[in-house]
């Protein structure tokens, strides 16, 4: 069984509760990931924040110059997300529906990297590629 610890990104930036909305954007943008776990002091998850999450309250926020939007304004408190040791197969089969397309990978409660849809497709390609047909 391949394992999400075979394909994740093990280094990420993290984003925290009280930051500000322009600093966890200069992070997500850095990344070029389309969303963030959010941690406390201890790496618990805490939340997830999304570019989808950030755009309707930045587009009220860039037009009125409000900056005091934090993550926690914008964070989804209840993120789905996976553990090193989930079944990439299982993983695909849940990603090819409405489901989000990156989870932060957890153990113990705390992040330890993230997976994204990109990832798993990779792993797909190379076990198609891997395989030997014959007629």
Known sequence: MATVSEIM??????????MSIT??????LESELSGLPVVDSQRQIVGFLSEQDCIPKLINASYHCDNRV??????????????PDADVFELARIMGGAKPKLYPVVEDGKVTGIV???????FLNKQLQNCSISY
């Open 23 to 28: 600093e966890a954007l200069d992070r997500l």
């Open 70 to 83: 934090t993550v926690n304004d914008l964070m989804r408190k209840d993120p789905l997300t996976v553990t």
């Open 116 to 122: 994204t849809r990109h990832q798993v497709m990779q």
């Open 9 to 18: 990104r093990h280094s990420l930036p993290l984003l925290r509760a009280e």
